[in-house]
Nanobody, 116 residues
Framework: QVQLVESGGGLVQPGGSLRLSCAASGSTMSIYAMGWYRQAPGKQRELVASITRSGTTNYADFLKGRFTISRDNAKNMVYLQMNSLKPEDTAVYYC??????????WGQGTQVTVSS
């Protein structure tokens, strides 16, 4: 069992930045990869970025270099640095963890709103 808690969301103006954090607890040694997904009203949840325990990253093409995912295995945390935010980035951002056994866990989500 893995528990995930996101933090760092909020309201920012277009062009601003936010840093999201996700803290994992429970059976953290079972986690192979973690990622960030987002879901806007009326849209399906989509992958933003993911990172494996070894540091291999994957990004959604729509990011165009604006976001960076990182992790601290010792502290069981993953981060998402978001720069040059756009109104279309507005969504609930969810932390995800995948275990070696292909079990998936989700955090409660944190709201990111980009508006002038």
């Amino acid at each position: 069992q893995v528990q995930l808690v996101e933090s760092g969301g909020g309201l920012v103006q277009p062009g601003g930045s936010l840093r999201l954090s996700c803290a994992a607890s429970g059976s953290t040694m079972s986690i192979y990869a973690m990622g960030w997904y987002r879901q806007a009203p009326g849209k399906q949840r989509e992958l933003v970025a993911s990172i494996t325990r070894s540091g291999t990253t994957n990004y959604a093409d729509f990011l165009k270099g604006r976001f960076t995912i990182s992790r601290d295995n010792a502290k069981n945390m993953v981060y998402l640095q978001m720069n040059s935010l756009k109104p279309e980035d507005t969504a609930v951002y969810y932390c995800n963890a995948a275990t070696w056994a292909d079990a998936y866990y989700w955090g409660q989500g944190t709201q990111v709103t980009v508006s002038s």
